[in-house]
């Protein structure tokens, strides 16, 4: 190995530990409540056993932990830490080593593997993450920098995503379907649901929508009959269809009400689904291929390379100065609760003396190694 490159290998010398639940929501329910304080508990025992920085980033049905080491490999840890199963095919668990961690940290960063499909709090969540590890010190420099540049990636990607859920071949495809009934009850009010009731309206079709928001009638098409989400039990008697394309993580309806959709055709188009797998709805796999999210995905995981590698040079041109610099950030980080407890963590002089002494001193040990 060449000298001087030690910090570039050790800019790719992660592990994810990334644990899902999209077909069991309900084990999330618990973690997704954690609160600031606990999660950063649970940081920072993590970050002791693994005796390396990291960084615990949560969602409503992910877990995601990004670890400044190589190889790890083992769940059982995280999941105890979070009171999850360790046993049972109710959780779905991927490991992710070097640059597989940031390119799945870019692509995850967009929302497109989110049951949300293209959910844009990610970036929110990401930089929470991050400040709760920055705040018990167990960051570092070369985290930050991946975090930082993996939301910088989510908003470049945003327009990109956003333009493509609205899938016209979904669309049109189940307009087309639906154009022949005389009624639709449909629950949701995104975009998709939106476009599908304006379409059917068209074509003499009688569309009534419910909104979680009942005032904002906006949201609706001209024409289409406004009710509240409450309501859409005792609408489905008076509707040849229901159409579900609702945003929400639960079910729009559930087991209990068999009954009232005993006859109904009912459509299920939302992600993550919105009825019981034993409604037997049509889904979105009976109408389209499935072409929209692999055209997301296909470019976005381009990006993400391509960002990867934009990311590598960056790092490869730095200079003994920045990487002196970093080596001082990631001390003060350590040192946090000591200067703290000295009063003097928010002394600006002292950091400037103490970051130079640490970026001085790495620099001369660098050209004494070099010399021999």
Same mark, same amino acid.
């Given at each position: ?65 990004? %670890? ?46 989110? &049951? ?19 705040? %018990? ?28 859920? %609205? ?10 379907? @639906? ?60 509707? /040849? ?11 729009? @309806?559930?087991? /209990?009400?068999?009954? @009232? ?11 993550? &689904? ?47 100065? +920045?990487?002196?610099?970093?080596? +001082? ?44």
């Amino acid at each position: 190995m060449k000298k001087g490159l030690d910090w570039i290998i050790l800019s790719i010398m992660f592990s994810t530990v990334s644990i899902h639940a999209e077909k069991h929501p309900g084990l999330f329910k618990g973690v997704y409540a954690l609160s600031e304080e606990r999660l950063e508990e649970i940081a920072g025992k993590l970050s002791r056993f693994y005796s390396s920085p990291l960084v615990l980033v949560v969602t409503c049905l992910r877990v995601e932990l990004y %670890i400044e080491k190589e190889n790890v490999r083992e769940s059982e840890v995280v999941k105890r830490a979070l009171s999850l199963p360790l046993t049972g095919k109710s959780l779905e668990v991927e490991v992710f080593h070097g640059k597989d961690v940031i390119r799945h940290l870019y692509i995850f960063s967009t929302g497109i593997l989110s &049951p949300l499909y293209g959910d844009d709090t990610i970036p929110g969540q990401l930089e929470r993450a991050l400040r709760r590890s920055e705040n %018990i010190s167990v960051s570092s420099s070369s985290l930050n920098r991946l975090f930082n540049s993996a939301i910088a990636f989510s908003r470049n990607e945003k327009s990109f995503v956003r333009e493509n859920l %609205i899938d016209e071949v979904l669309v049109d495809r189940v307009s087309n379907y @639906l154009s022949s009934f005389e009624s639709v009850l449909v629950i949701g009010s995104g975009g998709v649901a939106r476009r599908i009731g304006e379409v059917l309206l068209k074509s003499g079709v009688k569309v009534t929508m419910t909104l979680r928001d009942a005032g904002k009638t906006e949201l609706a098409v001209p024409g289409v009959i406004v009710k509240s989400y409450d309501e859409r039990r005792s609408l489905i008697a008076s509707s /040849d269809v229901v159409l579900s394309a609702s945003s929400g993580l639960y079910y729009t @309806l559930d087991e /209990d009400d068999m009954n @009232l959709v005993s006859g109904k055709v009912l459509v299920d188009i939302a992600s993550p &689904p919105d009825l019981p797998d034993s409604f037997h709805a049509l889904t979105k796999c009976d109408f389209t291929d499935g072409e929209s999210e692999r055209r997301v995905l296909e470019k976005v995981s381009s990006d993400a390379l391509a960002a990867v590698e934009k990311l590598e040079k960056e790092i490869s041109s730095k200079d003994d100065s +920045s990487f002196g610099e970093d080596l +001082s950030d990631d001390a003060w980080r350590r040192m946090r609760k000591i200067l703290e407890r000295r009063g003097l963590w928010k002394d600006e002089e002292f950091r400037m003396l103490f970051s130079s002494s640490v970026k001085n001193a790495y620099i001369s040990i660098k050209k004494r190694r070099e010399k021999i």
